[in-house]
């Protein structure tokens, strides 16, 4: 059984910053497309990030684009979500997940059932 770990989750104020991890024990991530959802109360999971394998390619959703960067330590077996500029609207739980049917991130990128294993989930909360 693939299970993804998320880790760096926590309770931040308006304008503050975050660094979410996305490991795996026992499965390579490698030449995967690895992407980063989340889901707040009482909504949809919605994609926020992707990264690539095979060409480097990044999404971002337009709510984070400019203030989130994904990026992966393929050494360490690990992708990370940096999130800067944090408002009430990006407290969510945060997924992390496996598309191995794709290792890049072009084209529809959110696709969730394209995405085969996931995470538990890291809390993120903004607020005053």
């Known amino acids: 059984q693939v299970q993804l770990v998320e880790s760096g989750g926590g309770s931040v104020q308006p304008g503050g910053s975050l660094r979410l991890s996305c490991a795996a024990p026992?499965?390579?991530?490698?030449?995967?497309?690895i992407g980063w959802f989340r889901q707040a109360p009482g909504k949809e999971r919605e994609g926020v990030s992707c990264i690539g394998y095979s060409d480097g390619s990044t999404r971002y959703s337009d709510a984070v684009k400019g203030r989130f960067t994904i990026s992966r330590d393929n050494a360490k077996n690990t992708v990370y979500l940096q999130m800067n500029s944090l408002n009430f609207e990006d407290t969510a739980v945060y997924y992390c997940?496996?598309?191995?049917?794709?290792?890049?991130?072009?084209?529809?990128?959110?696709?969730?059932?394209?995405?085969?294993?996931w995470g538990q989930g890291t809390q993120v909360t903004v607020s005053s």
């Open positions: 997940a496996a598309n191995t049917m794709r290792s890049s991130c072009l084209g529809p990128a959110f696709v969730r059932h394209e995405y085969d294993y």
């Open positions: 026992g499965f390579e991530l490698d030449y995967y497309a």
